[in-house]
């Protein structure tokens, strides 16, 4: 009896899946761009440790979305021009399901209708896309739920295409829709069916394309209860969770209402702060809802496109043009070190921390691998794939990057 007890509970051991970090939505698991993933690799070397590659349908900038052993990714597909959902096997890479959405014809050289990351938290994968498509599924490709937002609510107005993200939040669906438009919003949508919890309106003083925002909303912890932190028409805002009304507003980075400003990087929540990157070189700062001036300001830190990683208490600021990274002291702005990337292209994907490692790629598809706590390039290669702009994803023992044509998956 003893013995047989013994073979099951080594049973249940030897069974038990590995509980590794998922990366749920665009940002990863704490909605900063790190993960507490481990004995992640040092190299991303198709020779070396290159678990496998897979050929995609068609491009997209979103985030591949990981979560236990699948894979969501978003794909335009060149033959048909379909909007695709996809979820593969985290093992191999094979194709598990495949859905068409809706078709997604309108492209140009800087966007296409598949930039949005889908999210997951573990019961149905939502998906976003340019076209104002919006579809639910469980996670073995059962439709769950679809609509579409430019139906129900109007057209959007982005001159290089809708491009933010929807954040899952507290069985929510946010999805922001800030535009050139006198009807801005912040949509509230029942992550269950699909249907409208509430719309909050952003209204603007910003001038034409400084209207427009490619952002993601994020989560936010203050006095005890959560709000919605959401960035476009040169303002940020805060949201209640339940109801959508608007508690704080901040602006005053662009004073001389610069009609051009459009506004890539995402809000990042630092604890009581929110870091916020105005674009075209303007300096980076940091302030808390409520307060009449900002806690720090520091015109040494600039991102156009990237947005900041958070990892082990240390704020890291892309300057995508510039090919630059600089680590930071997230409660004063304080640069600690710059470090000169180089290559052959922009930085267009936001860096990802992980394991004392931060992972870069640019427009080419160069990577980096980079130390944390110093100004070294632990390793540097070409991937193939043209116009690569995802963001690289540190999840399941592994390490995913995007191209354009292809998902690499490399590990230890």
């Known amino acids: 009896m003893r013995i047989l007890l013994l073979y099951f509970f080594l049973y249940l051991f030897w069974a038990a899946p590995l509980h590794a970090a998922d990366w749920p939505q665009w940002r990863g698991p704490a909605q900063n761009g790190s993960s507490t993933e481990t004995n992640l690799p040092a190299t991303l070397d198709v020779q070396k440790n290159l678990a496998w590659s897979v050929a995609l349908p068609g491009p997209s900038a979103g985030t591949p979305i990981v979560f236990g052993d699948k ?8 033959k048909t021009q379909n909007l695709l959902a996809l979820c593969l096997d985290h093992k191999d890479g094979k194709v598990v399901w495949k859905r068409e959405v809706a078709l997604g014809y309108t492209s140009n ?3 296409d209708l598949a930039a949005p990351s889908p999210a997951t938290d573990g019961k149905r994968v939502i998906f976003l896309y340019g076209s104002g498509d919006v579809a639910a599924f469980d996670l073995a490709g059962k439709p769950l739920w679809q609509r579409n937002l430019q139906k129900d609510f109007g057209e959007f107005n982005v001159q290089f295409l809708y491009g933010g993200s929807g954040l899952l939040h507290d069985a929510k669906y946010f999805v922001p829709v800030i535009h050139r438009s006198d009807e801005s919003y912040l949509l509230a949508l029942d992550a269950a069916t699909g249907k409208d919890l509430w719309r909050a309106m952003r209204p603007s003083e910003a001038r034409d394309e400084s209207k427009e925002a490619y952002t993601t909303p994020v989560p936010m912890v203050r006095g005890g209860k959560t709000e919605i932190v959401a960035l476009g028409g040169d303002a940020v805002t805060g949201h209640d969770l339940q109801t959508g009304k608007e508690l704080w507003r901040v602006g005053g980075w662009n004073p001389n209402k610069i009609n051009h400003w459009r506004i890539v990087p995402s809000p990042l929540v ?3 702060l929110v870091v916020i990157c105005p674009p075209k070189g303007s300096a980076v700062f940091g302030f808390k809802p409520g307060a009449t001036e900002w806690t720090w300001k520091n015109e040494e830190l600039t991102s156009d496109v990237c947005t900041p990683l958070l ?9 995508g043009d510039k090919k630059r990274l600089a680590c930071a002291d997230p409660n004063t702005g304080k640069v600690q070190w710059t470090h000169e990337l180089g290559g052959n292209a922009v930085f267009r994907a936001s860096p990802t921390g992980a394991d004392g490692k931060i992972y870069c790629i640019n427009e080419s598809g160069e990577v980096w691998v980079l130390a944390a706590n110093e100004p070294k390039t632990l390793h540097q290669t070409a991937l193939e794939g043209a116009r690569a702009r995802s963001t690289i994803v540190a999840a399941g023992g592994a390490v995913f990057v995007r191209t354009a044509d292809k998902l690499f998956c490399f590990k230890n």
Do not use: C, P, Q, T
């Open 109 to 111: 050289r800087r966007n």
């Open 311 to 319: 990892m082990n208490g240390k704020l890291y600021v892309l300057d």
């Open 71 to 78: 894979i969501f990714l978003s794909a335009l597909e060149r």
């Open 270 to 272: 630092v604890n009581d």
